[in-house]
């Protein structure tokens, strides 16, 4: 939290809320696995603030939903990012190469968008909670 004051009067003050990004030990881990220039690409995209995702660009993102758990999708160049609004701010759960589901979806063969097939997919949860689980306390 930041502490600025108003004129020189100490009781007049007011505090801005710090906003975070997370990435937890496996997205971590995923982006170190990139060159750091895609490292550095891809965090130059994902310019988000947790305003944003009340007014979402679908060129860029989608939304995950099961059992009233929401998760976001964003794309930036040939990597998939995905995250979920916190209380910190935005916490990134995976890092992945776009064809890690899209080859999946193919192989699958399945009908529907690929936002919505992923929701109902354990597969995809299981995949997001290997990252919760990795998160320190």
């Given at each position: 939290?930041?502490?600025?004051?108003i004129?020189n009067d100490r009781s007049?003050f007011y505090?801005e809320?710090?906003f975070?990004i997370?990435?937890?030990?496996?997205?971590?881990?995923e982006m170190s696995a990139?060159?750091?220039?895609?490292?550095?690409?891809l965090?130059?995209?994902f310019?988000?603030?947790?305003?944003d995702l009340?007014r979402?660009?679908?060129?860029?993102?989608?939304?995950?939903e099961?059992?009233g758990?929401?998760?976001?999708?964003y794309?930036a160049k040939?990597y998939?990012?995905?995250?979920e609004?916190?209380l910190?701010?935005?916490t990134?759960?995976?890092?992945?190469?776009?064809?890690?589901?899209?080859?999946?979806l193919?192989?699958?063969?399945?009908?529907v968008?690929?936002?919505?097939?992923?929701?109902?997919?354990?597969?995809?949860?299981?995949?997001?909670?290997?990252?919760?689980?990795?998160?320190?306390?």
């Amino acid at each position: 939290m930041i502490e600025t004051r108003i004129g020189n009067d100490r009781s007049l003050f007011y505090f801005e809320t710090v906003f975070q990004i997370i990435f937890n030990e496996l997205s971590a881990a995923e982006m170190s696995a990139l060159p750091k220039k895609m490292q550095l690409n891809l965090l130059e995209q994902f310019e988000i603030l947790p305003e944003d995702l009340d007014r979402l660009d679908a060129k860029h993102f989608g939304v995950i939903e099961r059992e009233g758990k929401k998760l976001y999708r964003y794309r930036a160049k040939d990597y998939r990012i995905y995250f979920e609004q916190t209380l910190e701010g935005i916490t990134v759960h995976r890092v992945l190469h776009k064809n890690t589901f899209r080859d999946f979806l193919f192989r699958s063969k399945l009908p529907v968008a690929e936002d919505q097939q992923l929701g109902k997919t354990r597969e995809f949860w299981k995949l997001i909670d290997e990252g919760k689980k990795t998160r320190k306390a």
